[in-house]
């Protein structure tokens, strides 16, 4: 075999596992409870999100941001990416100023809280729902009346042992928003299921993230609510 073949395989393989690599540095990043460790992922976030008046704001943890069919999914709504890695609570509150520097959104859809209980490291339902009153109260200082939407954490294969508390955190965090008529609780989590249990169709390899099938059942999920409240406004 030539050596330009070799090279070429080579190239191949690195394009490959460039993904894979990101996943897994991401991963690793979640682990961590120190914000700064997104820095320049938010950096380089803000510099390729553009945004218009009228646009909805997607944010929160790698669901989001590796949603790359969003702006497609969403039309005629027109929308921002400004997901980042694995983010949890903590890390979305303190980058919130940043992530909502927006000009008059139509609405603000929040996906966060999945990595902040997985086997092993799981914080308390009511911690949790705690750091959502502190996030939606941080977005309020420059969004006081915009809608915000809160996308229920998933049920995952990953993370399936500790669903009962991602059920509970869900829970009390709907229990919250109801007292809000700006506030709004998605829950895709029946769709990704079947016969009770993650739907593995729904997920990619890793057992945690959406594939291409999760991501156009949570289209269908979602899209509709945006489009039917939205046009109320």
Do not use: C
């Not at 646009?55 to 929308?79: H, K």
């Not at 903590?90 to 809280?113: C, Q």
């Not at 995952?156 to 500790?162: D, G, I, Q, T």
């Amino acid at each position: 075999m030539s050596k330009y073949l070799w090279s070429a395989i080579a190239i191949i393989a690195l394009l490959a596992s460039w993904p894979a690599y990101k996943l897994y540095s991401e991963l690793g990043k979640s682990k961590s409870e120190d914000p700064l460790v997104w820095e320049e992922d938010i950096k380089a976030l803000l510099k390729n999100a553009p945004s218009k008046p009228g646009d909805v704001l997607f944010m929160g943890s790698s669901s989001i941001r590796f949603w790359d069919t969003l702006a497609r999914d969403m039309a005629p709504l027109g929308a921002i990416n400004r997901g980042f890695g694995g983010a949890k609570f903590g890390d979305a509150i303190y980058y919130a100023d940043k992530l909502v520097d927006v000009v008059d959104p139509a609405a603000i859809v929040i996906f966060v809280g999945t990595n902040d209980i997985h086997p092993g490291a799981t914080k308390p339902p009511e911690v949790l729902l705690n750091s959502f009153r502190e996030l939606i109260a941080k977005i309020r200082r420059t969004h006081a009346l915009t809608p915000i939407y809160y996308i229920a954490i998933t049920p995952s294969l990953m993370r399936w042992e500790v669903w009962p508390i991602a059920e509970k955190t869900n829970q009390l965090i709907e229990q919250f928003t109801v007292q809000d008529e700006t506030l709004h609780f998605i829950d895709t989590g029946p769709a990704l299921l079947r016969d009770g249990k993650p739907n593995k169709d729904f997920y990619v390899i890793d057992g945690l993230h959406l594939s291409d099938s999760g991501y156009r059942t949570w289209t269908d999920v979602i899209k509709p609510r945006l489009l039917a409240d939205l046009a109320k406004n």
